[in-house]
C-alpha cells in the first residue's frame, strides 16, 4: 500500500515543480504534484499567503512561480520534517 | 514544596542547571518559531509558546535560588537591624512571586504540549479544558501537591504520546524526544520527595537537566540532516 504523503511532503512536492520549471500553468502543477483540482487549489491558497509562491498573470494567463521563501524552505526541508516527525507535530 | 529553596549547600550550582536548561528550552523556541515563519502552521507556533513559557519558568526558578541563597547569607549576619529586616522582607516577596510564576509558567508550557498533541476541535471541549487548566494552576500556587501531580499528569500523557509518536516513526529522533520526556517524568516523580531531604532536590535537578540534554542532542541531531 501506497503511504499517504503528509502535508509537508505535499507542500515540498508542488514546490521542487515550481523550482525545476520557472513558470508553471496550474493544469501541469496539478499533473506533476498529483493532487486534485479541488485540493490543490487550497494548497496553491496557503503557498501563496504564506509567500512560498507567487502567482503571475501572462497574456491573461495565470502561472505561478516559487518565491525566495519558498526556496529557503525545501533547502530546509529535510530538517523541518525531521522536527516535525520527531515529535509528532506533522 | 515543590520548588525547594536552593539548599546553600549546593553554592548556586542548581541555578547553573537551571540556566542551562533555559538556554535549551530557547534554542527549541528559536527553532520552531523558525519553521512557523516558513509555514506559518500554527501547531508551530504553540509549540514556540510551550517552550517560551518553560524557559520563563527557568528564569523565574534562578531568580527564586538567588533570593533565597542571598536570604539565608542576610540571616547569618551577626547585627540584624531594621534596614537589614526591611531587605530580608522584600527578598521573602521576590521570593514568594517568582515560585508564583515559576509554577504558572512551567505548567502553561505543558498545558500548551498538551493542547498541541491531543488535537481537540471541539470549542466546548478546549473552553472546558482551558477553564478546568486555570483552576489547577490557581490551586497549584498555595498547594504544591497540586502542581505537583498535575505537571507529573501532563509530563505521563506527553511520554505516553512521544513513545506512540515513535512506534510510528520509528527514527533516532522520535526516540531521543521519548527518552527526554522518560527522564523529565522520572526527574518530577522525584521532585515529589524534594522537602524530604536535599539530595533528592538534587537528583531531580540533574535528571531534569539530564531530561533538556537529551531533548537538545535532538536539535545538535537536525544539524547534520542533509539539505535538499
Known amino acids: 500500500m501506497v503511504k499517504k504523503r503528509t502535508k509537508l511532503e505535499v507542500i515540498k512536492d508542488i514546490l521542487i515543480v515550481l523550482r525545476s520549471e520557472h513558470k508553471v500553468k496550474i493544469t501541469h502543477l496539478i499533473y506533476k504534484s498529483n493532487l486534485s483540482s479541488g485540493s490543490i487549489k487550497s494548497y496553491i491558497n496557503n503557498l501563496i499567503k504564506n509567500g512560498l509562491m507567487d502567482e503571475v498573470n501572462n497574456s491573461g494567463k495565470k502561472y505561478y512561480q516559487i518565491t525566495q521563501k519558498g526556496n529557503k524552505f525545501l533547502e530546509d526541508f529535510n530538517k523541518i520534517m525531521v522536527f516535525s516527525e520527531s515529535y509528532g507535530l506533522e | ?228
Not at chain 2, 537551571?18 to 515563519?37: E, G, H, K, P
Not at chain 2, 537591624?81 to 530580608?88: D, G, K, T, V
Not at chain 2, 505521563?156 to 527522564?183: C, E, P, W
Not at chain 2, 526527574?187 to 537529551?214: D, R, W
Request: hydrophobic residues 55%; without cysteine.
Open chain 2, 1 to 228: 514544596m515543590f520548588v525547594l529553596p536552593s539548599d546553600l549547600r549546593f553554592y548556586g550550582i542548581d541555578s547553573v542547571m537551571d540556566f542551562l536548561i533555559f538556554l535549551v528550552a530557547i534554542l527549541i523556541t528559536y527553532q520552531s518559531y523558525n519553521i512557523y515563519n516558513l509555514l506559518k502552521e500554527k501547531n508551530y507556533k504553540f509549540f514556540s509558546w510551550a517552550f517560551l513559557s518553560i524557559s520563563i519558568a527557568f528564569l523565574f526558578k534562578i531568580i527564586t535560588n538567588f533570593t533565597f541563597f542571598h536570604q539565608i547569607n542576610l540571616l547569618q549576619t551577626y547585627f540584624i537591624n531594621h534596614a537589614l529586616l526591611e531587605r530580608i522582607k522584600l527578598l521573602d516577596w521576590i521570593n514568594f512571586f517568582s515560585v508564583i510564576l515559576y509554577r504558572i509558567f512551567l505548567l502553561v508550557g505543558f498545558l500548551i504540549l498538551f493542547l498541541i498533541f491531543n488535537k481537540t476541535e471541539r470549542k466546548e471541549k478546549v473552553i472546558l479544558f482551558v477553564y478546568l487548566s486555570i483552576i489547577t494552576v490557581l490551586f497549584s500556587i498555595y498547594f504544591s501537591f497540586v502542581f505537583h501531580l498535575t505537571l507529573f499528569l501532563l509530563i505521563s500523557f506527553l511520554t505516553i504520546y512521544f513513545y506512540r509518536n515513535h512506534k510510528r516513526i520509528k527514527s533516532k529522533n522520535s526516540l531521543i524526544v521519548f527518552y527526554s520526556f522518560l527522564a523529565l517524568l522520572t526527574a518530577v516523580f522525584i521532585g515529589f520527595f524534594s522537602s524530604l531531604h536535599p539530595f533528592f532536590y538534587l537528583t531531580y535537578e540533574v535528571i531534569l537537566l539530564i531530561g533538556f540534554f537529551i531533548l537538545l542532542l535532538n536539535h545538535i541531531n537536525l544539524k547534520d540532516v542533509k539539505r535538499q
